[in-house]
């Protein structure tokens, strides 16, 4: 059974990404949707290369990562005709579904957060010290991200009017974990001794196995419905 | 405990009764003489019973949450919300309270303590569990999938409500090396009308609670009727 199921969802995170692979405009929408928002803040603040304080350099990339991950995240169970939704959970088991898209939307938002790291610190300016520590927060955001948004996102994709659902439901249970990446990535900002951060990384650590075992419980149910 | 909470009567003169001694004993009795707190002391027993009441209610509503999604019984469905809104006046409540209370001690109505903003974090997973209830058209998807959230939410309340105002200072006492709690926990003055007044105020909510449950019960047997 357990290999079975690991097997499943191999099987069931390969097709997303070839999926996505398929179906590039979203992929490559996903990206020019960061790009745009951080060229957006750039022209707002309207200030030279280097010139943000870093606590709002940091607050600034974190809202952007929040924003695209609702957006990018919310697609996972929008984006499929029912009529396939039907003939996919004919054949899957819930369990390796919600698996599966959890470890595939952790992926995506990797890559999304890693390419707009690149982009704002290229625009912004990039006062990183330690940046090993920041590519650690970026992983461990995608994770907490991708585990909260997708069981909300199954939510939101039963009800009607599902972008602002998904917001209204997503952020107030992502800002605890959002608060933790932003404190361990302003340490990694200012360079701090990485024992100051064991706690955030021990904290977030725990509420991605709260939060990835709650949707696995939950998830046969919503999907029943 | 549905049984309990519906069929006897005597845990509502209890829940009057500790009320009444909270009124009373809690505008009346000897407090101790504090800098600062003075006689806003006595807020601790309508402040601090609401945040108490509050999860109380809300674990009733999480617990009848699960019970539907393994039963799928309509009852256990109206527990659970009417729990929930039970939960959410108390919060709504408590944060009021709250914010006159650190008017008068801290000088402003938000200070951003961390735990002022769980609370604000916490009212809001709650209110969009209501507009989430309210999307749905069927009853029985409306039920299942809130439950579901409710779940969820409370899952991920937990570390907000218990571990984040750990990790850094905080104007509430008992946290970030501010030693305030401690100092009235040793007041046996205090004790003897604070704990009556955390029971008496989360009867008090199992009370309303109680009632709209009943008034929801007979809704639906009417309708029951009307179909068949």
């Known amino acids: ?85 039907l003939y996919l959970y004919t054949l899957a088991s819930p369990q390796g579904i919600i698996l599966a898209k959890i470890l595939y939307n952790a992926l995506l938002m990797m890559v999304l957060t890693g390419v707009g790291l690149l982009f704002y610190a290229v625009v912004l300016g990039n006062p990183l010290q330690d940046v090993a520590l920041f590519l650690l927060a970026i992983v461990l955001a995608s994770f907490s991200f991708s585990t ?78 | 405990m549905e049984e309990l909470i519906i069929k006897k009567n005597w845990w509502k003169a209890l829940a009057i009764a500790l009320l009444g001694y909270t009124l009373v004993g809690g505008l009346l009795m000897e407090v101790p003489r504090l800098a600062i707190l003075n006689e806003t002391i006595r807020a601790l027993y309508f402040h601090v019973p609401m945040w108490f009441g509050m999860i109380m209610l809300l674990l009733v509503s999480v617990v009848y949450s699960i ?89 991920a309340l937990i570390p907000l409500l218990f571990i984040l105002p750990r990790l850094t200072d905080s104007l509430h006492p008992g946290n970030g090396g501010n030693p305030g709690f401690n100092a009235y926990d040793m007041d046996s003055n205090l004790r003897m009308v604070f704990y009556p007044a955390v029971a008496g105020w989360t009867l008090l909510g199992v009370w309303l609670a109680s009632i709209r449950i009943r008034i929801r019960n007979i809704e639906r047997i009417q309708e029951d009727r009307v179909m068949g």
């Open chain 1, 148 to 225: 909260t948004f997708t069981l909300i996102s199954g939510i939101a994709s039963k009800a009607g009017n599902s972008s602002v659902l998904m917001a209204i439901l997503g952020f107030p249970v992502i800002l605890p974990t959002l608060l933790m990446v932003i404190r361990m990535a302003k340490n990694a900002i200012d360079g701090l001794d990485r024992s100051a951060s064991t706690d955030e990384l021990i904290t977030l650590l725990a509420i991605n196995v709260i939060v990835t075992s709650v949707s696995y419980m939950l998830f046969p149910y919503l999907w029943r419905s």
């Open chain 2, 67 to 155: 019970k539907y999604l393994n039963s799928g019984k309509p009852g256990h469905d109206t527990v659970a919300v009417e729990f929930a809104y039970a939960g959410i006046l108390f919060g709504v409540l408590g944060i009021v309270t709250g914010m006159v209370w650190a008017k008068f001690t801290w000088g402003d109505y938000w200070s951003n303590d961390p735990k002022q903003n769980a609370a604000a974090i916490g009212l809001l997973i709650y209110f969009a569990y209501i507009v989430l209830r309210n999307s749905l058209e069927d009853e029985q998807q409306k039920a299942r999938i809130s439950a579901v959230y409710n779940i969820f939410a409370f899952a």
């Open chain 1, 1 to 85: 059974m357990k290999s079975g199921l690991l097997k499943e969802v191999q099987i069931l995170l390969k097709k997303e990404v070839v999926l996505e692979w398929r179906q590039r405009y979203a992929f490559n929408g996903m990206l020019l949707y960061v790009g745009s928002s951080v060229i957006v803040c750039y022209m707002s603040f309207g200030i030279r290369s280097g010139a943000l304080q870093p606590v709002s350099w940091n607050a600034l990339f974190w809202i952007i990562m929040l924003f695209t991950a609702v957006n990018a995240v919310a697609k996972s169970f929008m984006q499929e005709r029912e009529g396939r939704q």
